[in-house]
Structures are given as structure tokens and as C-alpha cells.
């Protein structure tokens, strides 16, 4: 096998209470991505289309997780990489995650499969670092195993799989501007009172344990950010009429997806996400800023092979 076509999904970071530790993955919107052996040694960006992204390999959050892999396998050919970019950057639900997955999965594909995901991952982390100026892997974890997951290192990296409740579903809005990763972490503070900290630490747990036990009413109480969410939530116009709306209508919880802009409600079931969905575009529909708004059941398998 020479090629290979693939699906590399967005994903929702942090969770609420799991600021750069926990993820999950969506399933209704990705990247697609094309990843070619060639007999010319290296790896090069030939397309990207979706977004003006830049072709040079080591500019490009995909080229640079795939010069990492490249460089530490040294395998007897080269890469060729194609772009079609679905997840627009900025949007806070993985976008350069998707990148950097994607390339590395595709070439691990190709080579044999000599990497296990957590080795994926940390090749992938090289990209994400050149978009967020940081090493984290709260977007790639979910989007190379799937489901829920929990960042337990970064060095050593260890990534543990959470499970996932059967009947929950993402909605998520995606406010048409553009909030940086970089800006995002500025204006985070250094220090946390301690009573915040036990606070968020206790919603953290519960949310671990609600989801290993599908008790979607802890999820429910324990889906709260006190330490992030007060000051990125600045950030995005209208966040608290559509955190309210969402609670008003059925969702579990609501919080910043990632960075922001996009804002993730969880729900017990289709229908209620699909309420969630109804209401909060009504929110947007009052003002003047462009929005998308989509449902997605949580996606268990991540990133995938569709040809």
C-alpha cells in the first residue's frame, strides 16, 4: 500500500474541569487527509486546501509531526501529504490536533504500523507545539484513541482511555471568529486560590468516576470550571446567555470548548442534544456574528481510514 485516505476528527479539550489533561472526540466533523509513499527521501506538504495554510514542511502543523516521526524512524522513502481542511484553525475544537494526527497516522499506516498511539501521539505533540507555542496533548489523545481521554503525563507521556457513557452527545456552536491558543493561555493566571483548586480537583474526579459508571447526573454536578472558564469566557460574545440556554434546555453541562470560540454541551441522548441545538441558535440568530452550529455523538474509534 503506497496511499492511504484518511478521516482525522475534530475534538473538544478540557472539558470543563479538565484544563489540558482531558479530551473527547467528535465524529461528524474532520479533516481529510491523503498520506503517499514516494521514492524521493523527506517529507512534503503538496496541498492544503480549506484554509490558507502553508506548504512548507516545517511551517506546517502536519509536516512537523511528520518530520518527528520521519526523523526518529529514518524509514527508506519519503512522504508526500495532502490537506483538506475542514476544521477551520482558531475554532477550538482541534484543528491543528486533526493535522497533526492525521500525517503521522497515515504514514504509521503505510510504514506497518511499527507506532502505537502513544507513540503517535508524542511525535503529533511536535506539530501542536509549533500552532500553541506548547507541548499539550488534550486534543491529540482523543483524536488518535478516541473517546474519552485523560493526559495522566507528558514526560513521560501516558495516556489513559476513558470510558464512554453509550447514550452522550456533543452540541457544539462555533462562533465565526478566531480566538489563538497563544492569546487564550495569556490571559490565564499563575495562581489559583486554594479553595478553587479543591473545588475544581473534586468536580474533576466526579466527572472520571461519572463517566466509568454512566451516572450522567454526577456528570451533570460535577461539569463546572471555576478556575478557566471565569476568564476565557471574557473572550466570547454571548457565552453566559448560551451556557444558560443550554442548561435550560436539557444539556448536562456547558463549557468552553478548548480555547474558545466553539462552546460544547453534553447531553443524555439525541433528542435532548438536538433541543440544545434548537435553543442556542436562537441565541446567535440575535446578533450579528456568523455561527455553525452541529450534534455529534461521542466518537469512540478517532482517527480513521476511509480509503
Known amino acids: 500500500m503506497n496511499e492511504i485516505k484518511i478521516f482525522s476528527p475534530a475534538t473538544v479539550a478540557n472539558v470543563s474541569c479538565g484544563f489540558d489533561v482531558l479530551g473527547f472526540c467528535l465524529d461528524t466533523v474532520g479533516d481529510e ?149 497563544v492569546e487564550a493561555r495569556a490571559i490565564l493566571p499563575k495562581q489559583v486560590p486554594l479553595e478553587d483548586a479543591i473545588t475544581q480537583w473534586s468536580n474533576f474526579g466526579s466527572l472520571i468516576h461519572g463517566l466509568h459508571t454512566n451516572d450522567y447526573q454526577l456528570i451533570k454536578r460535577a461539569l463546572h470550571d471555576v478556575i478557566i472558564e471565569p476568564h476565557r469566557s471574557q473572550l466570547i460574545p454571548y457565552f453566559k446567555e448560551v451556557k444558560q440556554t443550554a442548561l435550560q434546555h436539557g444539556a448536562l453541562g456547558c463549557g468552553i470548548s478548548g480555547s474558545g470560540p466553539s462552546v460544547f454541551s453534553l447531553t443524555e441522548g439525541l433528542e435532548q442534544a438536538k433541543n440544545v441545538e434548537a435553543a442556542i441558535k436562537k441565541v446567535y440568530s440575535k446578533t450579528n456574528i456568523e455561527f455553525d452550529v452541529f450534534v455529534s455523538k461521542i466518537n469512540t474509534e478517532g482517527v480513521k481510514i476511509i480509503g
Request: charged share 15%; proline share 6%; net charge neutral.
Open 33 to 181: 487527509m491523503v498520506i503517499r509513499k514516494t521514492d524521493k527521501k523527506g517529507v512534503f506538504v503538496t496541498k492544503a486546501e480549506g484554509f490558507n495554510l502553508p506548504l512548507e514542511t516545517e511551517l506546517n502543523v502536519a509536516g512537523v509531526s511528520a518530520l518527528a516521526m520521519y526523523n526518529a524512524l529514518k524509514p527508506d522513502c519519503g512522504f508526500e501529504i495532502e490537506i483538506y481542511k475542514n476544521i477551520k484553525p482558531g475554532s477550538g475544537i482541534g484543528s491543528s490536533a486533526a493535522s497533526a494526527v492525521g500525517s503521522v497516522f497515515g504514514m504509521n499506516q503505510l510504514l506497518g504500523n511499527p507506532c502505537n498511539k502513544t507513540q503517535l501521539t508524542a511525535f503529533a505533540i511536535k506539530g501542536e507545539a509549533l500552532a500553541s507555542k506548547c507541548e499539550h496533548a488534550d486534543n491529540l489523545a482523543p483524536a488518535l484513541f478516541g473517546g474519552f481521554t485523560l493526559v495522566k503525563s507528558i514526560s513521560p507521556l501516558e495516556i489513559l482511555q476513558i470510558p464512554t457513557p453509550n447514550n452522550l452527545y456533543a452540541t457544539i456552536i462555533h462562533p465565526q471568529i478566531e480566538i489563538k491558543t
